[in-house]
Each structure stands twice: as structure tokens, then as C-alpha cells.
């Protein structure tokens, strides 16, 4: 299994610009999320699903938008990216949001700088 | 709602002396509680898990941490440092209800001297 897969690594948007963030899991999990980590603060949710067709907001939902047509993929688009969306996002995937205590996988994360 | 404190934001000590990572939370439900580090440039590797079985729980490279109810504290553990245990430090409190999601301490950077 490959496990949870993010791309880019790494990527430098101008201001305005869109992009979109991939990411997939190949272990049939249910659940997938997006974080953003930012110095100090720990990891912050933005948006998760809890299955294909089925998304909500996290915590910092504000410029981002997500979708989920399949159980593998969960990509993540920045609608007109801003300075403040500078930081490093990892995508997360577990078993099942029923069921507590499921540990969740994270990808390798993309580290992405708007200027 | 829940919300996780992590007491320390830098702890530093010496090559094979203990270590104390301390974690308190608050959650409306019973709460599955988790440690993650992170080493740098890298993602998050799960350590241990409480996940209302066993208050002590073991982990990976001889962590643990104990659960204390009465104490709402979930403090990470390990009895002697490896200069390989560098990095920084997540504890995650995650509930029953609402969005499911993981909520994240600001973390703990842990630093070994040699």
C-alpha cells in the first residue's frame, strides 16, 4: 500500500492565482481530511468528508473548497490564493468517524508559498 | 468542544535522562486521545493511542503515556532520551461527537543535549 500520497510537494502561487492540492488514499478508509500547520499552532482542520459525495468545515474553512466523487481521492482547491494561506497542508485519512479512536494516516504534506 | 493544552512549548534535556511531555484536554465526550511527532520536513507518525481501555498506554521507541481522568491529563513519557527522539511533539484529543475531526495541541518541541 502506498498509504496516503500528496502532490505537489512543494509549490509558489502568486497572489489570485487557483491551484489545486491532491491528494489519495489506497486503503479504503471512509474518512479524509485536510490540516494546515502553521508555526505555533499546531495542525488546524479545514475541511474533512466522511464519505464519497459527503463533505463539511473544519475549523478554517475560509478560501478553500473540496470535494469527494470517490472513496480515493480528496483534493483540495484554493479558490484565489492569499499570502495568508501560506503553510504546509497535509491530508489525513482513518477507518471510520463512527467508531473513536481509529488513528488517522497523514500524507507526507505539501509545503506551499503564495507571494 | 474539546481543546487540547500542551504545557511546554520547547522542552530540553540531556541524552538518557527521562522525559516529560505534558498534555492536558477537555472534551464533551469521552475522549480518544493520541501523540503524533513530527521530525523535520516530515509528516506525522503516530506514537500511542487511548482509546478508553488500558489508562497506560505503551507506545513506539518506548514511549507511553497514562490517562488520567480526574486530572483531564495525558502526559507523554520515556525513561531515558536518544538523540533520535528530536523533534516535535502532537497531542490530539478527539471525540465522539460534532465534526469528528482531531483537535491539536500547539505542540512541544523537544530537544535532546548529547
Known amino acids: 500500500n502506498a498509504g496516503v500520497t500528496q502532490t505537489p510537494k512543494f509549490q509558489v502561487l502568486k497572489t489570485g492565482q487557483s491551484m489545486t492540492l491532491q491528494c489519495a488514499q489506497d486503503m479504503n478508509h471512509e474518512y479524509m481530511s485536510w490540516y494546515r500547520q502553521d508555526p505555533g499552532m499546531g495542525l488546524r482542520l479545514i475541511h474533512y468528508?466522511?464519505?464519497?459525495?459527503?463533505?463539511d468545515q473544519g475549523e478554517v474553512p475560509n478560501g478553500y473548497n473540496v470535494s469527494r466523487s470517490t472513496t480515493e481521492d480528496f483534493p483540495l482547491r484554493l479558490l484565489s490564493a492569499a499570502p495568508s494561506q501560506t503553510s504546509v497542508y497535509f491530508c489525513?485519512?482513518?477507518?471510520?468517524?463512527?467508531?473513536?479512536?481509529?488513528?488517522?494516516?497523514f500524507g507526507p504534506g505539501t509545503r506551499l508559498t503564495v507571494t | 468542544a474539546q481543546s487540547v493544552t500542551q504545557l511546554d512549548s520547547h522542552v530540553s534535556v540531556s541524552e538518557g535522562t527521562p522525559v516529560l511531555l505534558r498534555c492536558n484536554y477537555s472534551?464533551?465526550?469521552?475522549?480518544?486521545l493520541f501523540w503524533y511527532v513530527q521530525h523535520p520536513n516530515k509528516g506525522l507518525q503516530l506514537l500511542l493511542k487511548y482509546t478508553s481501555a488500558a489508562t497506560l498506554v505503551k507506545g513506539i521507541n518506548g514511549f507511553e503515556a497514562e490517562f488520567k481522568k480526574s486530572e483531564t491529563s495525558f502526559h507523554l513519557t520515556k525513561p531515558s532520551a536518544h538523540m533520535s527522539d528530536a523533534a516535535e511533539y502532537f497531542c490530539?484529543?478527539?471525540?465522539?461527537?460534532?465534526?469528528?475531526?482531531?483537535?491539536f495541541g500547539k505542540g512541544t518541541h523537544l530537544i535532546i543535549q548529547p
Open positions: 468528508s466522511v464519505g464519497a459525495g459527503i463533505t
Open positions: 489525513a485519512s482513518s477507518y471510520s468517524t463512527g467508531s473513536r479512536g481509529y488513528e488517522q494516516y
Open positions: 490530539v484529543v478527539r471525540s465522539g461527537g460534532g465534526a469528528d475531526g482531531l483537535t
Open positions: 472534551s464533551s465526550y469521552s475522549p480518544s
